[in-house]
C-alpha cells in the first residue's frame, strides 16, 4: 500500500484528489493532506490532515513537514496549490518559489527516500489560452511561448522548468519521475473557492429567476457557438491516481478533459431547464445593456498564441483578432443594486450563503463566456497511454449543481 501527499488539499482539484486516494483504501494507506485553510471533513480515516504555507521559505515548510508521521514513507505527491497574483511576473515568481521550496523542504526532511512519483496540476494556459486563439486542437508537443518579448512570463512554464530539474531523466533526482496535468475550465466544488464557473452560472441563473426574467447568456454571441473542452474535477483526479501508477506516464505531460467538446448552445438551454427557466428567446436580437456591456482586445496586450505557427500551418494574416466581449459583464451586473437586493432576498429566503454574491470570481467567468475562440484540447496521446476515463461535461455541469444546492450557496432546485 503506498502513502500520498496532496497540496492544495481544499481546492477544486486537490479536494477531490484526495476523495479519490481515499475511496481506495486498499491501494492508499494513508492520505497526507495539506493547506493553510481550513480543515474540511473528507470522512476518512486514511487522510491526515497537516497545514502548510506554501508561501513560507523552504526551511519554514520543512518545520512543518517534519510533523508529519510517516513522512518517509509517502511515495507519491499531488501538487495541486496555486495562487493568483496581480500580474503575470508576479504570478511566475510566487507560484515558482512554492513548488521550488516545498520540494527543498522535502530534501531538508529527507522525504525523498521512497518517493516514486510527483504530479504537478497546471491548465490550458500552458498553450496561452488568456492572451487569444491558439491552435486547434491543442496537442501536448505544441511549442511554448517562451519568447518574453512577445508574450507575458508563463508560471506554468517555470513550475515545469523547477519540477523537471528536480526530478526525471538527467535531474537531480534521476529515480523519481514526474507527470504534469492539463485540464482545462474546470468544473468542480471546494467549500470556500469561489473561482469557480459553477458557482457564477448557478448565481446567475438563480438571481434572473428570481427577478422574473429569462435566461440570457451573458457572454459573447460568438463564443456561444464556439467549442470548449471542459474538466470535471472528479475525472482530473482518476486520471492523477491512474497516471501515477502507470509507467508509461512516467516523465510526460498530459492533457485532461473530460472526452466530449462542448458549446454553450448546447449547454445554456440545459442550465436553464435546470432552474426551471428558459433561454430568452431573441438574446442576440439586440446588443444588451450599454451600460453592462464590456469590450477587451486581446491582441492590443500580447499577439495571439497562434501566430507563432500561423506561417507554418497556412494561416498567416488570416486568423481574426481575438477579444473578450460581454454582452451582459458579471463584474458590472453583480454590482447593480437590482441584483444585490435580489441575491439578498433569496439568500434569506433559502438560508444561503449570503456573501456568495461578492466572493464570486466574476472577472474569471466573464473571460470564460466572452471568448471569441474555440478552446479544443486533444486527448489522443492519454488515450495512447491507455487511458479511457470518460464523463459527459453537462452530466459534470448538474452534479456539481446539485453539490453547490447542499453546500447552500444556490437555492435548491428538485
Known amino acids: 500500500m503506498s502513502s500520498a501527499i496532496v497540496l492544495g488539499a481544499t481546492g477544486i482539484t486537490g479536494r477531490e484528489m484526495v476523495k479519490e486516494l481515499a475511496a481506495h483504501p486498499s491501494q492508499w494507506k494513508t492520505i497526507h493532506a495539506l493547506s493553510r485553510s481550513k480543515k474540511e471533513d473528507f470522512g476518512s480515516p ?3 490532515q497537516h497545514h502548510i504555507d506554501l508561501l513560507n521559505s523552504a526551511q519554514d515548510m520543512a518545520k512543518d513537514l517534519s510533523s508529519i508521521k510517516g513522512l518517509d514513507q509517502v511515495e507519491h505527491v499531488f ?5 493568483q497574483m496581480p500580474t503575470e511576473k508576479e504570478n511566475a515568481d510566487v507560484n515558482g518559489a512554492m513548488l521550488q521550496n516545498f520540494l527543498d523542504a522535502l530534501e531538508i526532511t529527507r522525504a525523498v527516500s521512497k518517493l516514486k512519483r510527483i504530479v504537478l496540476v497546471t491548465g490550458c494556459k500552458q498553450y496561452g489560452v488568456h ?3 491558439a491552435k486547434n486542437p491543442m496537442l501536448e508537443s505544441d511549442p511554448w511561448l517562451r519568447d518574453e518579448s512577445k508574450w507575458p512570463p508563463n508560471f506554468y512554464y517555470r513550475q515545469q522548468d523547477i519540477l523537471t530539474a528536480f526530478c526525471g531523466e538527467g535531474s537531480k533526482h534521476p529515480e523519481i519521475s514526474w507527470t504534469v496535468t492539463y485540464p482545462n475550465d474546470v468544473i468542480g466544488y471546494a467549500a470556500g473557492n469561489f473561482m469557480n464557473l459553477s458557482t457564477d452560472v448557478g448565481i446567475y441563473a438563480a438571481v434572473n429567476k428570481e427577478l ?3 435566461l440570457e447568456f451573458p457572454g459573447s454571441e460568438i463564443f456561444y457557438t464556439k467549442f470548449d473542452s471542459f474538466t470535471s474535477s472528479k475525472l482530473h483526479a482518476q486520471f492523477c491516481v491512474w497516471a501515477v501508477q502507470e509507467p508509461k506516464t512516467a516523465n510526460q505531460a ?3 478533459s473530460n472526452g466530449d467538446v462542448q458549446s454553450w448552445q448546447d449547454l445554456w438551454p440545459r442550465v436553464a431547464k435546470h432552474f426551471g427557466m428558459k433561454v430568452k428567446a431573441d438574446q442576440f436580437a439586440s446588443p444588451g445593456p450599454k451600460d453592462l456591456a464590456n469590450l477587451v482586445q486581446l491582441t492590443e496586450k500580447a499577439p495571439q498564441p497562434i501566430t507563432m505557427i500561423a506561417k507554418e500551418i497556412g494561416l498567416e494574416g488570416a486568423v481574426p483578432p481575438s477579444e473578450l466581449k ?3 459583464s458579471l463584474v458590472k451586473w453583480s454590482q447593480t443594486e437590482e441584483v444585490k437586493q435580489a441575491w439578498n432576498r433569496l439568500a434569506e429566503r433559502e438560508g444561503l450563503q449570503k456573501d456568495s454574491l461578492e466572493k464570486a470570481t466574476w472577472a474569471f467567468t466573464d473571460f470564460i463566456l ?3 475562440y474555440d478552446v479544443v484540447i486533444s486527448m489522443s496521446k492519454a488515450r495512447e497511454a491507455g487511458w479511457t476515463g470518460y464523463i459527459d461535461t453537462w452530466k459534470s455541469l448538474s ?5 453547490l444546492e447542499a453546500a447552500a450557496i444556490l437555492p435548491k432546485t428538485h
Open 46 to 48: 486514511s487522510v491526515q
Open 79 to 83: 501538487f495541486c496549490a496555486w495562487l
Open 131 to 133: 492572451l487569444g486563439q
Open 212 to 214: 422574473g426574467q429569462d
Open 254 to 256: 498530459y492533457n485532461v
Open 326 to 328: 460581454q454582452r451582459i
Open 370 to 372: 466572452g471568448r471569441n
Open 399 to 403: 452534479d456539481t449543481f446539485g453539490e
